[in-house]
C-alpha cells in the first residue's frame, strides 16, 4: 500500500511539472541559467576572478622550504679506519628561500589593475549575452503567441467555411445556386483545413525551438502560458532615434564592454612600459645539513708517539697524541644549529638589450590601442545605426498595423455585403470565395502586422533599457 502511495505522488507530481505553463519571464530566466555559451562566459569570469588572485600574490614574497635526503652507496673511505670500503652513508639538508621586489617599475601594480579590468569586461560580456538571449527568448515567444493566434483565426474561418457548405447544399437544393458553385465551396474548405494543418505545424515547429532554446527534452508537453496581449502603443515611439542612443550608448553593456577592453589596451602598454625599468629585489636563503655517519672523538688521554730523530743523536722525538674511539652521530638539534648558514643580499638587473621583445611589446601595444579606438567607434556607429533601423521599422511597423486595422474592416463589411448577394443569387461562387479570401487574407495580415509591431517595439524598449515582459 505504501509503495503504492509513493508511486501516485510521483506521478502527480510529474504530471503537475509536465503541464507548468511557462511565462516569459520564467523562459528568460531559464535560457539564461542553462545557456551554454553564458556557462562558458561565466566560466571566463571566475578565471578573471583567479589572475586577479595572482596579480595580488605579486605583492607578497616568494617564500619556498625544501629539504632532501641521500644516500651514497659505493667505494668510499671509512672515518674509522681510514680505509677505502664498500659502505653507505647517508646526509639530510634543508633550506629555506625567501625573496622579494622591492622596485620594478610598478610592474605589480599595472598587473593588479589589468587583472580588476579584465574582470569588468568579463562582467559586460557576461550581462551583454544574457540581455542578447532575453531578446531572443522574446521574439521566440512572441513567434508562438502569433502561431496561437493565427490558429485561433483559421479555426475560426474553418466553421465560417463549413457552414457556408452547408448553406451552399441548401441554396442547391432550392435552385437558388447552381451544383457547380457548391464544387467551388467544398474545395475552399480543404483549402482553409489545408491552412489550418499549416497554422499547427508551424505552431508545434515554435514550440520546438523555443524550447530547444530553454534546452527542455520534452517538446510534447511544452506550454506557454495563456497570455493575452493587448497591443498598446508604447511611448518608446514618441522618443527620437537620437534620445534612444543617448541613453543606450551609456547604458547598453556591450558599449562598456568595448570601453573596458580599450582601458585594458592602455594599461597593458604601461605594464609592457614597467619592463623597461630596473629591478631591485631582495633576497635571503638559510640551510643547515644532517650527517648520520659514525665519528672520531678524542678520549682525553694522550700517548707519546715517535715523530722523527734528532740528527747526530738520534734521540726520538715525540709528541703527545689524543687517543680516539667510534660513537654516533650527534644529535639532529646539535647538528641543525652548528651546520647552519645564511645568505643574503640585494639583486639589481638593468634591462639593456633583449632582442628588442619587450621594446617590440610596447609597440604592438599601442597598435592595439588604436585598434581598440577604431572598434569602440565602429561599435557606437553600428550601435547608432541599428537603433536607427529598429525606429524607422516601428514607425513603418506601427502604419502597416493601422492599414491592415482599415483593410480588415473594410474587407469584412464587403464580405458581408457579397455574402448577402450570393444568397440572393446576385454573385456568382467564384467571385464571393474571392471575396472572402480576400477577408481571411485581411485578418491574417492583421494578425502578422500585430506581432511585428509588438516585437519591434519590444526591441526599441530594449535599447532603452526597459525590462522585457508581455504585458
Request: proline share 2%; charged share 25%.
Amino acid at each position: 500500500m505504501k509503495n503504492i502511495f509513493i508511486l501516485l505522488l510521483t506521478l502527480f507530481f510529474s504530471f503537475s511539472y509536465t503541464q507548468e505553463k511557462w511565462t516569459l519571464e520564467m523562459s528568460v530566466k531559464r535560457a539564461i541559467d542553462e545557456n551554454i555559451s553564458i556557462k562558458q562566459s561565466e566560466l571566463d569570469y571566475v578565471d578573471s576572478e583567479i589572475n586577479r588572485k595572482n596579480a595580488v600574490g605579486n605583492f607578497i614574497p616568494n617564500i619556498n622550504i625544501g629539504s632532501s635526503h641521500s644516500w651514497n652507496v659505493g667505494l668510499n673511505q671509512n672515518i674509522t679506519t681510514g680505509l677505502l670500503e664498500n659502505i653507505t652513508t647517508q646526509f639530510s639538508s634543508m633550506n629555506l628561500n625567501l625573496g622579494v621586489d622591492i622596485y620594478n617599475g610598478l610592474k605589480n601594480i599595472k598587473q593588479l589593475h589589468l587583472a580588476n579590468l579584465r574582470i569588468l569586461s568579463s562582467q559586460y560580456q557576461l550581462a551583454d549575452m544574457k540581455e542578447n538571449i532575453s531578446l531572443l527568448v522574446a521574439n521566440s515567444y512572441l513567434q508562438i503567441l502569433f502561431n496561437k493566434e493565427f490558429i485561433k483565426i483559421q479555426e475560426s474561418q474553418l466553421e465560417i467555411s463549413k457552414s457556408e457548405v452547408e448553406r451552399a447544399k441548401e441554396l442547391v437544393s432550392n435552385g437558388v445556386i447552381p451544383k457547380g458553385d457548391l464544387f467551388e465551396f467544398e474545395a475552399n474548405l480543404a483549402s482553409v483545413e489545408k491552412t489550418l494543418i499549416d497554422a499547427q505545424n508551424n505552431y508545434t515547429l515554435s514550440k520546438i525551438a523555443l524550447a530547444q532554446l530553454l534546452l527542455l527534452d520534452d517538446y510534447n508537453n511544452f506550454e506557454i502560458a495563456d497570455e493575452e496581449y493587448d497591443l498598446e502603443i508604447s511611448s518608446i515611439l514618441d522618443k527620437s532615434p537620437q534620445e534612444i542612443f543617448a541613453v543606450a550608448v551609456s547604458n547598453r553593456n556591450e558599449i562598456k564592454l568595448f570601453e573596458t577592453n580599450l582601458e585594458i589596451a592602455k594599461k597593458n602598454l604601461e605594464f609592457n612600459r614597467s619592463l623597461l625599468q630596473p629591478r631591485l629585489s631582495a633576497f635571503y636563503s638559510y640551510s643547515t645539513r644532517i650527517a648520520y655517519s659514525d665519528r672520531l672523538i678524542g678520549t682525553g688521554e694522550f700517548q707519546n708517539v715517535p715523530i722523527g730523530f734528532v740528527e747526530n743523536t738520534n734521540q726520538r722525538v715525540l709528541t703527545p697524541v689524543q687517543s680516539t674511539r667510534v660513537v654516533g652521530a650527534k644529535s639532529f638539534s646539535e647538528q641543525f644549529d652548528n651546520n647552519a648558514g645564511q645568505n643574503f643580499g640585494l639583486s639589481l638587473s638593468i634591462p639593456i638589450l633583449n632582442n628588442f621583445s619587450v621594446k617590440s611589446n610596447v609597440n604592438r601595444s599601442k597598435v592595439n590601442i588604436l585598434r581598440n579606438e577604431n572598434q569602440l567607434l565602429q561599435k557606437k556607429l553600428d550601435l547608432e545605426n541599428t537603433i536607427n533601423q529598429a525606429h524607422n521599422d516601428a514607425k513603418g511597423a506601427l502604419k502597416a498595423y493601422a492599414a491592415s486595422k482599415k483593410s480588415l474592416e473594410s474587407r469584412e463589411l464587403s464580405y458581408e455585403y457579397a455574402r448577402e448577394k450570393f444568397e440572393l443569387g446576385a454573385m456568382n461562387s467564384f467571385d464571393f470565395t474571392q471575396v472572402k479570401q480576400r477577408f481571411e487574407s485581411a485578418q491574417s495580415d492583421l494578425i502578422t502586422s500585430k506581432f511585428d509591431l509588438i516585437f519591434k517595439i519590444k526591441v526599441l524598449e530594449f535599447y532603452f533599457g526597459v525590462p522585457l515582459s508581455i504585458d
